[in-house]
C-alpha cells in the first residue's frame, strides 16, 4: 500500500487546500429569526465558530470499510509530510468517511489517524462535532447512546464541550425530528459540561418546538432554561413566539407576550407589530389592527410597507375599504410607494364589497402609476366582474386576459363558468373550459369537474322551475 490510487490525487488536493476558511460538518446557518447577528458582537475564534452552510468535501473514500481507509489514511502519510497536513486536511478527511460510515467505524478512524499522525495532527471542537453531527443522524433514534459516546471521548480528549458544541447537537437533532432528545442533550450539556446555549441555540430550539409542541410545553422549557441555567428570551424569542400564537389565532395571548416582553424591558419592533397585526387581519378584525397600529406610533417605531400592506389587507376584509383607500394615500405619502400587492388586495376588498367597477378603475390609476398588475391582480378584478354580474364587462376583461395568454385561477375559472351556465350561456362556459385546459391554468380533472357539478345544478334547477 505504499502508493495512492491516482484518481485519489486530485481529491485529496482538493482536500489539502479547502476552498472553506473553516471545516464543519454541513449544517444549517445559525436562524437568528428574524435578525441576522449584530455586527458589533464578538467574533468567534475558527475552532469554536458556529458551522456555516458550505459544501461537503469531496470523497475519497469508495468503500465504508475500515480497513480500507486505515490503509488509505497510511498510504497518504507515505507520500506526504505528516507535519504538512494540518487539521484542516485530516478534518475533511474525517467529514468524507463520516458521509458514508458508521459512528462507530467514524471513530475508530479517528483514532487510527491520531495514533499515526505522530503527534501532527491534534483534534479540536471541529473534529468532534463532524462525529457529533453523525451521531445525532444515526440510524439509532431510540436513544442518545451514540451522542454520548462521542461527548465522551471528546472530554477525555481534553475537549470540553462549549457552545457551538450545543448548537450543533441541537440543529442536527432538530433535523431529524428529534426534538425530545434535543430538549434532553441540551439541558445535560448545560448542567454536565456547563454548556448552556445562547440565544440563537434558544431561538432555534423554540422555534422547532413551536411548530409541533403544545404552547405549555415550550413556555415550560424555557422557564426551566431560565431557572436553571440563567439562558433568558431575548426580543427575537417573543417574536417567535407572538408569530406562533397569532397563527393559532390566539390573539388573547399574543397581547399578553406583548406585556410581558414590555415587562422584560424589550420594546417591540416594527416586525412584531406587523406580526400581531396581521394575526388581527386573519381573523378580519380591522379595528384591532388600527389600535395596533396607533400604539405602534404611539412608541415611535415607525411603520414600514409591510405594515401598510397588512393594514389595508385587514380593513378590505373587514368591510372597512373606505379606510383601506385613505391608507393607501397615507402610505404614498409617507415614501411607501404601493406595489401589485398592495392594490391588489384593496381591489379584493372593493369586489368583496360589490364595488368591481370602482376596482377597475383602481387598475387604471395603478397602471398610470407605473405599477405593472399581476396574475393575481386580473384574476381578483376577473372574479369580482363576474360575481356581481357585470357580465358584458367580465367577458370583455376575459378576453383581454385570454389575448394575453394569461392563467385563470381556480376561484375566477369557477365563478365564470357557473355565472355562464346561470345565464344561459353554456356554450360561453365550454369555451371557458377548453381555454383553461389549453392554457394549463387547471388540470383536466379539476376544470371538468367544476364544470360538471355546475351543468349538473342547472339541470336540477331546470327541473324545479329555478332556471330557464
Not at 485519489?8 to 428574524?34: D, G, K, V
Not at 475564534?45 to 469531496?58: A, W
Not at 417574536?239 to 420594546?267: H, P
Not at 402609476?369 to 370583455?396: D, I, M, Q, W
Amino acid at each position: 500500500m505504499g502508493k495512492i490510487p491516482p484518481s485519489f490525487r486530485s481529491a485529496i488536493a482538493n482536500i489539502r487546500n479547502p476552498s472553506s476558511s473553516h471545516i464543519l460538518p454541513p449544517q444549517t446557518q445559525p436562524n437568528h429569526f428574524p435578525r441576522k447577528k449584530p455586527s458589533n458582537s464578538p467574533t468567534k475564534s475558527k475552532k469554536t465558530q458556529k458551522p456555516d452552510s458550505q459544501t461537503p468535501p469531496p470523497s475519497i473514500f469508495k468503500s465504508p470499510n475500515l480497513s480500507d481507509a486505515k490503509n488509505l489514511f497510511d498510504s497518504i502519510l507515505k507520500s506526504y509530510q505528516p507535519s504538512s497536513l494540518d487539521f484542516r486536511f485530516h478534518n475533511n478527511l474525517l467529514h468524507s468517511y463520516a458521509s458514508i460510515s458508521s459512528v462507530q467505524d467514524s471513530t475508530a478512524f479517528l483514532r487510527h489517524m491520531i495514533n499515526s499522525s505522530r503527534n501532527s495532527f491534534s483534534p479540536d471542537h471541529s473534529t468532534f462535532h463532524i462525529l457529533l453531527s453523525q451521531s445525532c443522524k444515526s440510524n439509532d433514534r431510540s436513544s442518545l447512546a451514540p451522542v454520548h459516546q462521542v461527548l465522551n471521548l471528546m472530554v477525555s480528549s481534553g475537549v470540553s464541550p462549549d457552545k457551538a458544541t450545543t448548537d450543533v447537537a441541537v440543529r442536527s437533532l432538530c433535523s431529524q425530528g428529534r426534538l425530545e432528545e434535543a430538549v434532553e442533550l441540551v439541558k445535560e450539556l448545560s448542567s454536565k459540561h456547563n454548556s448552556v446555549p445562547d440565544t440563537y441555540t434558544l431561538n432555534f430550539l423554540v422555534k422547532n418546538l413551536c411548530k409541533c409542541r403544545a404552547l405549555s410545553t415550550v413556555y415550560s422549557f424555557m422557564d426551566e432554561m431560565r431557572s436553571r441555567f440563567g439562558v433568558k428570551p431575548d426580543l427575537v424569542t417573543y417574536t417567535i413566539l407572538i408569530d406562533n400564537v397569532c397563527n393559532t389565532k390566539n390573539l388573547r395571548e399574543a397581547m399578553r407576550l406583548v406585556s410581558a416582553l414590555n415587562e422584560e424591558g424589550f420594546k417591540p419592533d416594527c416586525f412584531l407589530y406587523n406580526t400581531i397585526m396581521k394575526g388581527f387581519c386573519m381573523l378580519s378584525r380591522g379595528s384591532e389592527a388600527i389600535e395596533v397600529y396607533n400604539k405602534m406610533k404611539d412608541e415611535g417605531v415607525e411603520p414600514d410597507r409591510i405594515t401598510y400592506n397588512t393594514l389595508i389587507l385587514g380593513l378590505s376584509k373587514s368591510g372597512r375599504v373606505k379606510e383601506a383607500k385613505k391608507m393607501l394615500r397615507v402610505m404614498a405619502d409617507k415614501g411607501f410607494l404601493p406595489d401589485e400587492v398592495t392594490y391588489t388586495t384593496l381591489m379584493n376588498g372593493m369586489c368583496r364589497e360589490g364595488h368591481a367597477l370602482g376596482a377597475l378603475e383602481l387598475l387604471k390609476e395603478m397602471e398610470a402609476k407605473g405599477c405593472s398588475p399581476n396574475s393575481c391582480t386580473y384574476n381578483t378584478l376577473l372574479h369580482g366582474l363576474f360575481k356581481a354580474r357585470l357580465l358584458e364587462k367580465a367577458v370583455e376583461f376575459y378576453e383581454m386576459m385570454k389575448s394575453g395568454g394569461m392563467k385563470l385561477e381556480t376561484a375566477s375559472y369557477a365563478t365564470m363558468v357557473r355565472v355562464l351556465c346561470r345565464e344561459g350561456r353554456v356554450a360561453d362556459a365550454y369555451e371557458v373550459f377548453d381555454y383553461a385546459v389549453e392554457s394549463k391554468s387547471l388540470t383536466d380533472v379539476a376544470a371538468y369537474t367544476t364544470l360538471e357539478s355546475t351543468l349538473k345544478w342547472l339541470r336540477k334547477a331546470k327541473e324545479q322551475g329555478l332556471a330557464v
